[in-house]
């Protein structure tokens, strides 16, 4: 099973490369299930039903999100609602929506998505080991193929936990950071890693806003609104191989493609 994982979709700019680079992906690859990180998707903080119904136009079979989940006020009823958009697992059990389920792939297997938050230098939510560890032996239950999206800040929580999960589940991929990381591989356990997918937005930026806003912001520690940036477009992700029969992955390959040359 071939599955395509996108990271963070900034803003406009990250919405247009996934609309124009998913289907092209999904067909050069023979991509099964697609899992897209939009909780960036609505100008740069946050998602909201109308993005969220557009990125799975594009090819989405599920859209995870992370910290930014709720910025946007239009959107936390797309949200609670779970209508394949997941928010964190580990928040708080009376929190609307739903973290984690189970979803039809295109050759029709299932295929099991959890969304979990880490907790070092961000906000405390319930511990995402033990609330991963809950979730995957249910999972495991009834279905092989298991995804998690990890939206952690500190390297180590990510890679902590993918060596925690490993044999667990088919993949650990880690969002959060907007930079691509190059630890990709296959844990002995047979689970997929890479500590960071990567944005899909725009990348001649500070992880997707204006440099300049930014940059001042580092510099007179003001309050500012950050605006996307439009400048040197990519998708980036992952692409997952799977084996079908024991929930094993055989392979991870980072994905890293530039817009503006896709359009030639």
């Known amino acids: 099973m071939k599955i395509l994982f996108v990271g963070d979709v900034y803003g406009r700019p990250g919405r247009r490369a996934a609309a124009e680079l998913i289907p092209r992906l999904r067909e050069a690859h023979g991509v099964d299930f697609c899992i897209v990180n939009g909780e960036n998707a609505a100008g740069g903080a946050g998602i909201t039903e109308k993005i969220g119904r557009k990125i799975h136009a594009y090819g989405a079979d599920v859209i995870?999100?992370?910290n930014h989940v709720w910025d946007q006020k239009d959107g936390v009823a797309y949200v609670m609602a779970g209508d394949r958009v997941l928010r964190p697992a580990n928040f708080p059990p009376e929190v609307g929506g739903v973290g984690w389920g189970v979803f039809p792939s295109e050759s029709g297997m299932p295929v099991g998505v959890v969304c979990l938050q880490g907790r070092t230098n961000m906000k405390s939510l319930d511990c995402p080991f033990r609330t991963g560890r809950e979730i995957v032996d249910a999972l495991r239950q009834e279905v092989r193929v298991v995804v998690i999206d990890f939206h952690a800040e500190a390297t180590s929580e990510k890679i902590a936990f993918g060596w925690f999960m490993d044999g667990q589940v088919s993949a650990v991929v880690g969002?959060?950071?907007?930079?691509?990381?190059?630890?990709?591989?296959?844990?002995?356990g047979g689970t997929a890693y890479i500590t960071d997918a990567g944005m899909t937005g725009p990348h001649d930026s500070v992880i997707g806003a204006e440099k300049e806003v930014a940059i001042q912001?580092?510099?007179?520690?003001?309050?500012?609104?950050?605006?996307?940036?439009?400048g040197?477009?990519?998708?980036c992700g992952a692409l997952l191989d799977v084996d079908e029969e024991t929930g094993k992955a055989r392979q991870i390959d980072r994905l890293r493609v530039d817009w503006e040359e896709a359009q030639g």
């Open 232 to 235: 040197d477009v990519k998708l």
């Open 175 to 188: 969002t959060h950071t907007h930079v691509q990381t190059a630890d990709e591989q296959v844990l002995p």
């Open 217 to 230: 912001r580092f510099i007179n520690q003001m309050p500012a609104r950050f605006e996307p940036a439009i």
């Open 64 to 66: 995870t999100t992370g």
